[in-house]
């Protein structure tokens, strides 16, 4: 079965950096568009980034573009997400996805916590 398995969360000073990962296992890793989707406190879903299944292109959503960075290693079977220059409103659990028919996403990860305070 498919499995999505975030780390790499955690408390981070302002400014800080942080790496998410997601192991995935159950399905072609390499054939499919991944995500990374955060939810903060009280707060509705907000898509953060996408990369194609070959890792050439990749896309992001304006709060965090120029600061983070989405990667993938295919022969590994993981998704990445480099977070710099964290701020405060980062603050959410951070899912990976695997995204189906462009757009959607049929599979979801547990989540892993970023807390960006002092």
């Known amino acids: 079965q498919v499995q999505l398995v975030e780390s790499g969360g955690g408390l981070v000073q302002p400014g800080g950096s942080l790496r998410l990962s997601c192991a995935a296992s159950?399905?072609?890793?390499?054939?499919?568009?991944m995500s990374w989707v955060r939810q903060a406190p009280g707060k509705g879903l907000e898509w953060v980034s996408n990369?194609?299944?070959?890792?050439?292109?990749?896309y992001y959503g304006d709060s965090v573009k120029g600061r983070f960075t989405i990667s993938r290693d295919n022969a590994k079977n993981t998704l990445y997400l480099q977070m710099n220059s964290l701020k405060p409103e980062d603050t959410a659990v951070y899912y990976c996805?695997?995204?189906?028919?462009?757009?959607?996403?049929?599979?979801w990860g547990q989540g892993t916590q970023v807390t960006a305070s002092s």
């Open positions: 990369i194609n299944s070959g890792g050439g292109s990749t």
């Open positions: 996805a695997k995204v189906v028919y462009g757009s959607a996403w049929d599979y």
């Open positions: 159950g399905f072609t890793f390499s054939s499919y568009t």
